[in-house]
């Protein structure tokens, strides 16, 4: 199944850029569309560390199994799991540019059975419905890291700029 990139700047440092984008339990929870997150491995994040995630995808909830795969602070991570008969691996690569961050996220979905096979046939269709959803975790994410981000009283995150 073919991958893509995405590529962004973030007004932020590279260290706090790290550290927003990998704290699974305070960042990521509140992306939109992120209904859920559970530690599974006790303990600092780190290469090896496994996660439940939750999500509302369309009108129905999801909940995959996630490890963090690789773990270079500050300069990149992985996260991989399996899901419908694939193997996915998201790939975070951060790069000081400036007085901000370049980052570019890698995703490879490799088909494990025939069905998944088949499936990844479809996958020009099904990237951009992925894509949006990268997008909107990364503008939340990002946000936070530049300190754009704010609350508001609903409990919902935006980005003020």
């Not at 602070?73 to 193997?87: E, K, N």
């Not at 890698?106 to 088909?111: G, L, T």
């Not at 990268?134 to 754009?148: C, E, K, R, V, Y």
Request: proline share 5%; with cysteine.
């Amino acid at each position: 199944m073919p991958g893509f990139e995405l590529n962004r700047f973030v007004n932020a440092g590279i260290d706090r850029v790290f550290e927003v984008f990998t704290d699974i339990e305070g960042s990521l929870s509140r992306c939109n569309g992120i209904t859920c997150i559970e530690l599974v491995t006790l303990g600092p994040i780190d290469k090896g560390t496994i996660f439940k995630e939750t999500r509302q995808v369309y009108s129905r909830e999801t909940t995959e199994t996630l490890e963090f795969t690789e773990f270079e602070p500050p300069s990149h991570w992985a996260i991989t799991g399996v899901s419908c008969g694939a193997r996915f691996t998201t790939r975070f690569v951060l790069q000081p540019e400036g007085e901000g961050t370049r980052l570019i996220v890698s995703v490879n979905v490799k088909p494990l059975n025939p069905i998944a096979w088949f499936m990844s046939l479809l996958a020009p269709l099904l990237n951009g419905t992925i894509k949006r959803a990268i997008n909107q975790d990364l503008d939340t994410l990002a946000s936070m890291a530049d300190g754009t981000w704010t609350e508001s009283e609903d409990g919902e995150g935006q980005s003020s700029d």
